[in-house]
């Protein structure tokens, strides 16, 4: 019976932790517990959305696949110090049990706290990502200014129904960044990551960036009130040639 | 913990505790003297902070100044590099002295340095992204850095906006201020206007197309002389 209810009680102490580490992080240092917000217009929709569950599963299969390799690596260590020195064997197995079990769950906290601290918020004319524990990392973008997006999708993020799709502005980028487009220096670019609706989104932007007619490089929509000849002023100017034909 | 809503999974207790109502008190006897520490040193900073983005509108045409903290914030960053704090404080202490900020209507201006001068300026509408980010230290006092990119080559920011406690205001103010973030009906109606030609124009409205009216115009008083010389 005790067999049975272990996985669940473990469970609950996870949970009780994870909501503990939570608090240490709000109140501590300072997490901001509510998602991100954008400035709307009247009548403008607004979605805020997380990664989809199944990139929380892809983190944590990375995960096991990783400890599995470590895992299997250290125990082969081991076994080659307990064959070579006996004493030293038995003296390193304890700690390096520790290190590696710490280690692991270390990991898997930041795995699930990657997971819930990172926000998008996608209006009809801009987004706002929001990544990050230590350094929070919030970026904002218009779709006006938007020159590609990219969605792309790895074996393995198709097998868990997750792609990323990632936005670029003008203006050029050195590696700083390029894969995680997290920090500062990464700038130009926002990265949409593991969402199930990638598709969606990608349309949404790219019905955005139709709609404008400017570059997406600070150039004015309007230049100027005589600028431009549109179809109604070649009607216009049809019927005075008309008229003067005419007459 | 009563005051604590818990999902049914693990990974879900992180968006219970995003959702609350309530600001949290802390769970935890041992932390409240560390987070004591902190609000200590925020203090003065946050509250300020607080009150004035939620008392006033924000304007930011009157910052000219970073605060205070942000001198408190550079001389911890100079300690945290141990032996390197003599080294780097002398620069940022003037920086700190020199910078001043212009926020007008076009643009910003940011100028800093005692020896080697420099001034940036950039106008709203050729900000391309805005980065607001805020380290543990910076969370702590209040602070922010809010880069602003323009599409330069480069992939460091254009301006770093640092010592405004009001961040979030002024990052949201540069948004509106963007291309694109605002005037949606003026963009939806052009393609449609651009679309649509009748054959008999009537003349727009005052101001609104000066080509258009002035050869709604011109072809008036064309007709009105057509129509004389017929008749005469």
Redesign the interface.
């Known amino acids: 019976m005790s067999e049975r209810r272990l996985p669940q009680q473990l469970e609950r102490v996870g949970r009780a932790i994870y909501r503990g580490v939570w608090v240490v992080l709000v109140d501590l240092f300072r997490v901001p517990d509510r998602p991100p917000t954008l400035p709307l217009a009247a009548g403008e929709t607004c979605e805020t959305f997380q990664p989809a569950p199944g990139f929380l599963r892809y983190l944590k299969f990375q995960f096991w696949l990783l400890l599995v390799l470590l895992g299997s690596a250290a125990v082969f260590t081991w076994a080659a110090i307990l064959l070579a020195a006996p004493l030293a064997g038995l003296l390193l197995a304890v700690p390096a049990a520790v290190v590696l079990v710490g280690v692991a769950l270390l990991a898997w906290l930041a795995i699930h706290l990657q997971f819930d601290t990172t926000w998008y918020v996608v209006t009809d004319r801009s987004l706002r990502i929001r990544r990050g524990i230590w350094v929070i990392h919030e970026t904002t973008i218009t779709f006006e200014n938007v020159q590609n997006v990219t969605v792309h999708q790895g074996p393995l993020e198709r097998f868990f129904g997750i792609a990323n799709v990632r936005v670029d502005t003008a203006g050029g980028g050195g590696s700083a960044g390029q894969h995680k487009g997290v920090d500062a220096a990464g700038g130009h670019r926002g990265l949409i990551e593991g969402i199930s609706h990638a598709q969606q989104v990608r349309d949404l932007i790219l019905a955005r960036m139709r709609r404008t007619r400017s570059a997406g490089l600070g150039d004015e929509r309007e230049p100027h009130p005589a600028a431009g000849w549109n179809d109604r002023h070649l009607a216009v100017l049809r019927e005075i040639r008309d008229l003067l034909a005419a007459g | ?1 009563p005051s ?1 809503r ?1 999902a049914g999974r ?2 879900t ?6 959702q ?1 109502e309530s600001p ?1 008190q ?3 006897p041992w ?1 409240a003297p ?2 004591l520490v ?1 609000a200590q040193l925020g203090r003065d900073d946050m509250t300020t902070a607080e009150s004035t983005s939620q008392a006033t509108s924000f304007d930011p045409r009157q910052i000219t100044r970073p605060v205070p903290a942000l001198m408190k914030y550079y001389l911890i960053v100079s300690l945290l590099t141990g032996p390197g704090f003599f080294l780097l404080i002398l620069p940022l202490f003037f920086k700190y002295e020199t910078l001043r900020y212009r926020f007008d209507e076009e643009g910003i201006s940011m100028s800093w340095g005692l020896l080697w001068r420099r001034e940036v300026y950039l ?1 709203y ?12 230290l910076q ?2 006092l209040g602070l922010a ?1 809010v ?1 602003v ?9 254009e301006m ?1 906006i640092e010592g405004i406690l009001e961040a979030d205001a002024l ?2 103010y540069l ?2 201020k ?7 009906a ?3 109606a ?2 449609a ?9 009537p003349a727009p409205a005052a ?1 609104a ?4 009216s002035l ?2 115009e ?2 008036d008083l ?2 009105q ?2 129509g004389q ?1 017929g008749r005469a």
């Open positions: 913990m604590y818990l693990l990974h207790a992180g968006r219970a505790a995003l609350r949290p802390c769970g935890f932390i560390c987070g902190a106008t509408r050729r900000i391309q992204d805005i980065h607001l980010t805020r380290n543990l969370r702590w850095t880069s990119q323009t599409a330069s080559g480069s992939a460091t920011p770093s990052r949201d948004y509106t963007m291309r694109g973030a605002r005037e949606p003026a963009l939806a052009e393609p206007a651009a679309g649509g030609a009748a054959p008999d124009v101001n197309d000066q080509v258009l050869l709604c011109i072809r064309l007709k002389r057509l010389g």
